[in-house]
């Protein structure tokens, strides 16, 4: 046997851990953001029924161009987009990587602004992008004169801008996404995985994408719809972009149960996300009641909430891990972050919560 460190790995991946968040056989998990509420009965029926036709045909290859879902894509984003504009991939991770395998690359660079999703920079390393780490203002707002600076000062080949952002909730102004547009000379990735959260009106970056050919919008079908488990990302852009991710995209990269599966949820949207409502209800009970005891949660538009005036994250993770409750640690200093899940989750999490601070 040998260990890691006898392979002739990569200079730039030794001494590093691979990414996962702690799996723990908990009651309540609330650590990755998953959409608690089960897929109704009826749509889980007509996913099945979709999966066996797909069964029967797996002698063959699947679509290589998933023609079906990505027809089923846009109609969901509708603002007149058509399948030549959208692109899927199995996580919106993959979706990400490809874009960093077509558009970064050695002695190209990738820009975020800190904090952020944790996925950005290994996704880039894994790439061989050089990643620089911009950062935020005061309450982890990013504002267009703050984003702009930071854009004209390292002219990078990506820019990601997370929307709302993980893993602090914040939502981005459509103006700021603008100006950083203008400034930047290469590709802007809007990352929104969390954007069905947000309040009902706000307008989605796809409504930028008219115009702006370097312009892509990310998206994901884990979060909003509760399809983690079928692993499902897709974008919208310029049919030049998904053109280019033609060329790094391995064959039939899609399988034809996953396509399968995503197609028939999405014929169900209005149902997977009835949910939506009630799950952002959670997250303003956690908003609203955390400050009673002694914590400070950030805004948030997205499915949690971070929270910070944690004397000690470590031993109020660990407390609360003793109850059967499981969050994270995203290494901001004093802070942790909770997913809103169901009322009886919220409600098991607030009500220890309680306990735990007035000990």
């Known amino acids: 046997m040998v260990s890691l460190a006898d392979l002739p790995l990569r200079d730039d991946l030794r001494g590093l851990v691979p990414y996962g968040a702690p799996q723990e056989p908990v009651r309540v998990p609330l650590n990755v953001n998953e959409n608690s509420h089960p897929i109704p009965e009826g749509v889980a029926y007509d996913i099945v029924t979709s999966l066996a036709g797909a069964v029967l045909a797996a002698n063959r290859y699947p679509d290589r161009e998933f023609t079906e879902l990505r027809e089923g894509l846009a109609a969901y984003l509708g603002d007149g987009l058509n399948r030549e504009q959208l692109w899927a991939a199995n996580g919106s991770n993959e979706v990400l990587q490809q874009l960093l395998l077509a558009f970064g690359g050695p002695d190209r660079a990738a820009l975020g602004f800190e904090p952020t999703y944790s996925m950005y920079p290994i996704l880039a390393r894994g790439t061989g992008t050089a990643w620089i ?4 203002d005061d309450a982890f707002q990013l504002t267009a004169r703050t984003a702009v600076r930071q854009v004209r000062e390292h002219a990078p080949d990506l820019v990601f801008l997370c929307s709302p952002n993980n893993p602090t909730g914040t939502p981005l102004a459509l103006e700021t996404i ?26 989605s970056a796809v409504t930028l994408l008219p115009g702006r050919e370097r312009l892509v919008v990310s998206r994901s079908m884990s979060k909003a719809f509760a399809f983690a488990g079928a692993r499902l990302g897709y974008l ?57 005891l002694g914590f400070s949660p950030v805004p948030s538009a997205a499915n949690f909430v971070l929270f910070g005036d944690v004397a000690d994250p470590r031993a109020l993770f660990a407390a609360l891990l003793d109850r059967g409750i499981l969050i994270r640690d995203v290494g901001i200093p004093f802070h942790l972050r909770v997913t809103a899940g169901t009322h009886e989750e919220t409600s098991e999490f607030l009500a220890a919560m309680t306990e735990i601070s007035r000990r």
Request: overall charge negative; aromatic content about 6%.
């Open 133 to 136: 780490p911009g950062t935020r």
């Open 178 to 203: 603008r100006e950083v547009y203008d400034a930047a000379p290469g590709i802007v990735v809007v990352d929104e995985a969390y954007f069905e959260f947000a309040p009902p009106g706000t307008p």
């Open 236 to 292: 919208a852009a310029d049919p030049a972009v998904i053109d280019a991710l033609r060329l790094v995209r391995l064959p039939y990269h899609l399988s034809a149960f996953t396509q399968a599966a995503a197609s028939a949820a999405l014929r169900h949207s209005g149902e997977l996300l009835a949910v939506v409502g009630d799950i952002t209800q959670q997250r303003d009970r956690i908003l609203a009641e955390l400050p009673s």
